[in-house]
């Protein structure tokens, strides 16, 4: 199982990003799939999940109406659109999954949001 994040930068307050995670190593299309992030000196937090084929989706409340979580299953790939950053959004972004009771994560994806 490999889990590769892209699309971390620095954008400033206010503007948008959007995450990648390409999956390989399992059957993409059948698992529920999460992103968390970490800020320094803080703990991992779950901000979104999405069930597999795409149909429910769950934000925490942090990223609620600012986030979207979505998947291409023909692409293998987890996405999460970030719209109107603050800089408490500023972290390590990373997407998870649990297969077959493994916890599997990828390497993270850096986010600065500054002016």
């Known amino acids: 199982v490999q889990l590769v994040e892209s699309g971390g930068g620095l954008v400033q307050p206010g503007g948008s990003l959007r995450l990648s995670c390409a999956a390989s190593g399992f059957t993409f299309s059948s698992y529920y799939m999460r992103w968390y992030r970490q800020a320094p000196g803080k703990e991992r937090e779950l901000l979104a999940g999405i069930s597999s084929g795409g149909g429910s989706t769950n934000y925490a409340d942090s990223v609620k109406g600012r986030f979207t979580i979505s998947r291409d299953d023909a692409k293998n790939t987890l996405y999460l659109q970030m719209n109107s950053l603050k800089p408490e959004d500023t972290a390590v972004y990373y997407c998870?999954?649990?297969?077959?009771?493994?916890?599997?994560w990828g390497q993270g994806t850096q986010v600065t949001v500054s002016s």
């Open positions: 998870y999954a649990y297969i077959r009771w493994n916890h599997y």
